[in-house]
C-alpha cells in the first residue's frame, strides 16, 4: 500500500518535533522520537493537519505517496 512519511521540525532549530499529533483527513498519527510519523493510505490527495500547544497550527493538502517535511514556528508566549 503506498503511503506518506512526514517529518516535523522547529523552522529556527532544526530540531525534530517528537510526540506531536498529525491527521491525514480521517486518519491519525503522532510523530516518534525523531519527529516522523507515516500514514499507510491508498494514493491520492489529503488534508494534513498538524496541531500542537507550543506551536503554529499547519494545514495544507498533501499528496501520498511521499515525503513531507513540515517547519513549524513555536509561539512565543
Known amino acids: 500500500m503506498p503511503f506518506l512519511n512526514i517529518r516535523l ?7 525534530p518535533i517528537r510526540y506531536t499529533p ?16 507515516r500514514f499507510d493510505v491508498p494514493a491520492g490527495t489529503y488534508t494534513l493537519k498538524v496541531r500542537s500547544p507550543l506551536y503554529e497550527p499547519y494545514t495544507a493538502p498533501t499528496t501520498v505517496p511521499g515525503t513531507v517535511i513540515v517547519k513549524l514556528r513555536r509561539i512565543l508566549l
Open 9 to 15: 521540525i522547529d523552522s529556527e532549530t532544526g530540531a
Open 22 to 37: 498529525v491527521w491525514l483527513d480521517g486518519f491519525q498519527s503522532s510523530t516518534d522520537q525523531n519527529g516522523q510519523a
